[in-house]
């Protein structure tokens, strides 16, 4: 059970002078259960490659397999896989639209043809999951902050319960604090559930710390798709488009330069507390 | 989705024409229109169209994005030919059954579609090589004069400028939130009409409060930098004639005077 994308090419804007080769050749195996990030500068085609996993964009050329099944067999029912591939766009608080905040998770749940009890039992859940005060399910959700909408609009996807959920961005635009407590409360939801997340961002602190495995787009190509640790050790390339491996690669690698004997393949703060801890010790 | 409808559908490029003041093109545009009225045969629609090719040539765009707005009024264009074509009284030419064509019905059906499809092209030529925004500062200052009879000119200017300015924002922005309803299950595509214009609520809410949104963050970014109307405003590109636009003036009138002058003659009855 997985998602397999074979040589998929997707070009904006076909016959237009303007046209923009948005993806280039991807080939992905994503298998059940993977905690993925996929990074990249700005219009390296994150977005454009997470609206294909549900069908919303129609690949220019190549093939995307859900579950064994090619999404674009003529009877392939695309209306399901949007249902079993959750998708939370960049700003999702942008689509909210209802008179409060119950009503909204609701939406998308009641789409699949649900009855009301499971409709409302889904949407309470999916609240409760994304850690939204319980005060606040029937107010409006103009008057919420940018971090309670961002909740809220996270929730109504989960509200459907998809296999696969796919944030876009999902802390664009929220303070530290709120950075945090979001993609906190997704590992949590991760770990709980097992389900697959296909976390898009373009910074590494955000995802290094909670990912099994890191994809990074570059141009519209997949550029690095390994472990974090791997990935971070071609700090340079990265560098030279447009991404930065965490602070704390730069703080060992540095510290490994002027000859402490450091490990320098930790990637969070933790981690490289206990690497520096570790090799004082040693030193001393 | 919706990005294939193009308004205000700029082609860029390298080109005379593209570098024309815009007032000329606004001028030339609408003379050419109201020379298409004045033509009595077809000698002039010949120089009409001879003209227009020549200034495509010139405009280095691509003649299949000329035809493209011809795509919009096809249905048009149709119904008025067939319309003359069986409805024109007259002298009958050929007689199917019930319906009959007469010879002044041919005519003035020709008449139509070549006077209607010149039209259509020869507008296509101004918005194509004309951004939206120099359209509306050629205007601006082509309709001033006006501000006499009190005609708010600057302000409407501006306001077409900015509409025109967030019709692909806006065109954008309802392609993201369609996506985002559609990725939550909304199914804009089947069901009866009733059901279709409820399904659009969850577009049509996001959408008005973002422009509302938007609209406000204009406004504000507008006075922050200290707008205040259209009194003793500069511009950046004050728009002055230069000497192509003098040609250009030039070959207007010429075309003109030849086209209609020709385009009037009484000629001998062909057949
Ligand atoms: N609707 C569209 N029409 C035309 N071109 C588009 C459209 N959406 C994206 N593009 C282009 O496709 C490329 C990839 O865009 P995409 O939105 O996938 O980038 P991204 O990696 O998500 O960037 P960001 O980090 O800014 O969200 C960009 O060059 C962009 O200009
Ligand atoms: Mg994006």
């Known amino acids: 059970m997985s998602i397999i994308l074979d040589h998929v090419n997707y070009i904006y804007g076909g016959d237009t002078p303007l046209a923009v080769r948005a993806l280039d050749d991807i080939c992905l195996q994503i298998p059940d259960g993977q905690f993925i990030g996929i990074i990249g500068h700005t219009g390296s085609g994150k977005s454009t490659l997470v609206q294909h996993l549900n069908g919303l964009l129609k690949a220019s050329s190549g093939s995307i397999y859900f579950n064994g099944e090619d999404i674009y067999d003529r009877d392939y029912d695309r209306k399901k896989l949007r249902s079993k591939v959750g998708l939370v766009f960049q700003y999702p608080e942008h689509q909210l639209f209802e008179t409060d905040v119950f009503t909204d998770v609701c939406f998308g749940p009641k789409n699949l043809g649900l009855d ?16 939204l005060p319980d005060e606040l399910f029937y107010q409006s959700p103009f008057d919420l902050s940018g971090g309670q909408k961002r909740r809220a609009a996270i929730a109504g996807v989960l509200a459907m319960k998809p296999e696969v959920l796919v944030l876009d961005e999902p802390t664009a635009g929220l303070d530290p604090k709120g950075r945090e407590e979001i993609l906190q409360q997704i590992r949590e939801l991760q770990k709980k559930t097992g389900m697959t997340v296909i976390l898009v961002s373009h910074s590494m602190e955000d995802v290094a710390e909670y990912v099994d495995r890191i994809i990074v787009m570059n141009r519209g190509r997949v550029m690095y798709d390994d472990v974090p640790k791997e990935v971070f050790r071609h700090g340079k390339e990265l560098e030279e488009v447009g991404l930065a491996p965490p602070q704390v690669t730069y703080i060992l690698q540095e510290l490994r330069r ?3 004997q450091v490990d320098t393949d930790a990637t969070t703060v933790e981690e490289a507390a ?8 040693y030193v001393t | 989705m919706l990005r294939d409808i193009t308004l205000g559908q700029y082609y860029q490029t390298e080109s005379v024409i593209h570098r024309l003041d815009p007032r000329v093109k606004l001028a030339g545009t609408l003379l050419f229109i109201i020379s298409l009225f004045f033509f009595k045969n077809f000698i002039g629609y010949l120089i009409a169209a001879v003209f227009l090719m020549l200034v495509i040539r010139l405009s280095h765009v691509p003649f299949r994005f000329m035809v493209r707005g011809m795509r919009a009024v096809l249905f048009l264009l149709l119904l008025t030919v067939v319309f003359n074509l069986f409805l024109t009284p007259g002298e009958p030419l050929v007689i199917l059954w019930k319906v009959t064509i007469t010879k002044e019905g041919l005519k003035t059906a020709i008449n139509m579609a070549v006077r209607l499809s010149l039209l259509v092209v020869g507008s296509s030529v101004m918005t194509l090589t004309t951004t939206p925004n120099n359209l509306t500062d050629g205007m601006e200052k082509g309709l001033r004069p006006l501000k006499v009879f009190r005609v708010p000119v600057h302000e409407v200017a501006m306001m077409m400028s900015i509409a025109l300015r967030f019709i692909p924002i806006l065109m954008e922005e309802t392609d993201k939130i369609m996506k985002a309803q559609i990725a939550r299950g909304a199914d804009f595509e089947s069901g009866n009409i ?3 214009a409820k399904a659009l609520v969850p577009l049509l809410v996001p959408l008005f409060i973002s422009a509302f949104r938007r609209a406000n963050d204009l406004a504000m970014a507008m006075e922050a930098r200290c707008y205040r109307g259209g009194e003793g405003r500069t511009k950046m590109k004050p728009l002055i004639y230069q000497k192509r636009d003098r040609i250009a003036y030039l070959c207007i009138l010429i075309y003109l005077t030849v086209g209609i002058w020709l385009g009037r003659l009484q000629l001998p009855a062909i057949g």
């Open chain 2, 194 to 196: 009733i059901r279709r």
């Open chain 1, 116 to 131: 009301k009890k499971e409709v409302e039992l889904r949407a309470y859940d999916a609240l409760r999951k994304v850690g």
């Open chain 1, 274 to 281: 206990d690497v520096v801890m570790r090799a004082l010790q």
């Open chain 1, 258 to 260: 002027r000859g402490l």
